[in-house]
């Protein structure tokens, strides 16, 4: 069984796969949603806590725009408010580790649906249109976030999409504030570049505010195709900068590329034209199937083992099931033990 990971330094432990609540409230439906987090909470965190070791939490991701755009009009909130009805029974606040994101809602919705009954928004304009990390945009973000997740305090708030046009310094001495505050226990960043994250590190310590804690980038083990250039995706020069900052947690969003290592899925998807597809992918693809059929699981809970087993840097991969079965095929990955040789000939795959 995979062992638990600690938070950064902090010495919060956590359950080494954190759960993702993107579709809930919207594609998942509530009953299904409920199932999915009662189980994670109830069923899978704690054969972590039995280890003997310490306690660890399940972590629930969400952010404020989850998921505006999987309705035509929707403005985001659905997987907040959702959390919050669920949250609210007695006793389930104290046992999940709570974290939203703020900054990536979108300030100005008109026309980002396009005209007619168009069914995906236009995402290039949404892109450019994101609320940003300035100072009483973060505070209004958080107060609504607590309101909807119906709870006083956050265990981990992140900066969604990282916002080049607010100084660095008016963001984090506001995000020191909520810690101050008891609204925020710990702070962590998303889809941002290793020099910006460099900098956020040197402002807090010169300044005493808190260091983030958690680093949330897309990753998985298919890497991002040569010069794509992706300021989301994990690249080499990250995992180096994490071997040398083990108090930064790397969250993997994505992990299972939208699900792409099912056979099934692989021909023609979005997410391998955009940012995967090519000599590489195919060696790597090759690779997860050889050793999949070795270890008698399936590529996607192949991929999540691999993921469940780097330690340098560690990563705590987040999953975003849409249904309680992906949910359910997801979870034999825990308990996969791979070998040296299955890892090295994973970790070496690659054109
Ligand atoms: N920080 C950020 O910017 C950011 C961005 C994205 C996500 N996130 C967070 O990360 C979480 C996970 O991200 P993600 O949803 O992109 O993760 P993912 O696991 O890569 O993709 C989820 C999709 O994979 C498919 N899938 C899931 N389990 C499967 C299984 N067992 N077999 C086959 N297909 C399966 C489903 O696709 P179908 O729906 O097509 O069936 C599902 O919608 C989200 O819930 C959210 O909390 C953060």
Redesign the pocket.
Known sequence: MTTTRELGRTGQHLVPMAL????MGT?TPEDESRWILDHFTSEVAPRFAAEGGPAALPMI???DC?AWWRHRGGSGGDSEELLGRWLSAPGRRDRVFLAT?GT?LIGDLDGVWGPGESAEPDWALARGRFVGAGRQILRDSLDASLRRLRTDHLDLY?V??DDRSTPLEETLETLAGFVADGKVRYLGW??VRVWRMERIRALCEKHGWPQPVAL?Q?H?YLRPRAGLGNA?IVEAELLDYLRERDDLTLVG???????V??PA?RAGHWILDESYSGPDADARFAAVDAVAAEVGVTP?QLVLAWLLHQDRPRVLP??????RE??E??LPALGVRLTDAQRAHLDGAGA
């Open positions: 993702g609540c993107m579709l594609d991701d969400t952010a989850y994101k990536a992140y969604h999409v998303s889809n949330q897309q998985t989301s969003y994505s992990p299972l590329a939208k699900g290592y099912a899925k996607t987040l999953i975003g099931p849409r249904t992906q949910y095929a997801t």
